[in-house]
């Protein structure tokens, strides 16, 4: 299993860039799937961006599709989050999440979840 931590959140002012880093300890990090999740408060929990364990495949939500870069380094058991050309909107936790199989944007789908980073951006 894998235990990933989140990190790289904080207040940013909107149309600017911020990236994230989620980094996932334990064994066989190139065989998970990884995801971003957000979570606004009061509001379930949606998916943002995934990719593969081989990082052939991504997926995207339609709300961050050519704003949002999701990327990964294998070697580093590590993978980020771009996001650019931010939307003022109210606080949301970021959370990164791990599963054996192939990229999903449900998250039910993963297994394995870290504590969330937050991000602000301001008008």
């Known amino acids: 299993q894998v235990s990933p931590v989140e990190s790289g959140g904080g207040l940013v002012q909107a149309g600017d860039s911020m990236r994230l880093t989620c980094v996932a300890s334990g064994h066989l990090f190139s065989t998970y799937a990884m995801a971003w999740f957000r979570q606004a408060p009061g509001k379930e929990r949606e998916f943002v961006a995934a990719i593969g364990w081989l990082a052939r495949n991504v997926d995207y939500d339609d709300s961050v599709k050519g704003r949002f870069i999701i990327s990964r380094d294998n070697d580093k058991n590590t993978v980020y989050l771009q996001m650019n050309s931010l939307k003022p909107e109210k606080t949301a936790v970021f959370y990164c999440?791990?599963?054996?199989?192939?990229?999903?944007?449900?998250?039910?789908?993963?297994?394995?979840w870290g504590q969330g980073t937050e991000v602000t951006v301001s008008s």
């Open positions: 999440a791990a599963r054996r199989r192939g990229i999903g944007c449900r998250q039910g789908e993963y297994n394995y």
